[in-house]
């Protein structure tokens, strides 16, 4: 016997494979959306249709740009260093350091993190693009901006060894960061004091 309609289940089960949320908090997303106007419901539902189609990766940086756009503002714009490339995990990483002022280089993401026991090696992400841009922008510093994690200080290692012995300054956001705190959720003044603290490898 079916406790809830079929209808409310489905949407229950949609928001459930979300991460971090449970079926409580699933269930409190179904019925706040049940109980909303139903234009407002056609409204979201038309933003997720559109989703899939409407985004695309610029092709230098990685970076996530509008469906049909080559290549990202953020590397475009003139007034940004084409010579310095934060190198980040994901795309939202460029968002919260956007967000401190502080940066006026350019990006590079990586799409992930290295992290064996996830089954994603290095050849998965974005790291000889990484390698090939340093040589055609004639890149002079590379800020290695990946999560103070196990897989971010790994991964950041492993872009070390792939740069080699090229002329480039290599340096690691430090003091500001704590151990296990994803770039995501750290405060903008925290982001910002890693960023002025940076060291070089």
Do not use: W
């Not at 179904?30 to 899939?52: G, T």
Request: hydrophobic fraction near 40%; include cysteine.
């Amino acid at each position: 016997m079916n406790i809830l309609p079929p209808a409310l289940q489905e949407v229950i089960d949609a928001f459930g494979l979300l991460p971090g949320v449970g079926p409580r908090t699933a269930e409190r997303y179904a019925y706040y959306l049940l109980r909303r106007d139903p234009n407002s419901i056609h409204k979201l539902v038309a933003a997720l249709e559109e989703l899939p189609g409407g985004i695309g990766y610029c092709q230098k940086t990685f970076a996530l740009v509008p469906a049909g756009q080559e290549l990202s503002d953020l590397y475009t714009d003139p007034r940004r260093d084409k010579t310095v490339i934060a190198v980040v995990a994901e795309p939202f990483d460029i968002v919260a350091i956007e967000k401190t002022g502080q940066f006026h280089g350019t990006y590079h993401v990586l799409g992930g993190l290295v992290s064996p026991i996830d089954g994603i090696g290095p050849e998965q992400l974005h790291i000889a693009e990484l390698v090939k841009r340093i040589d055609e922008d004639k890149v002079v510093e590379v800020i290695l901006a990946t999560n103070a994690s196990v897989e971010g200080e790994s991964t950041a290692l492993y872009i070390q060894q792939q740069i080699g012995d090229r002329k480039v300054i290599i340096s690691r956001l430090a003091q500001g960061l704590a151990v296990g705190v994803d770039l995501e959720y750290a405060d903008q003044i925290s982001l910002g004091r890693a960023f002025d603290n940076r060291q070089t490898l």
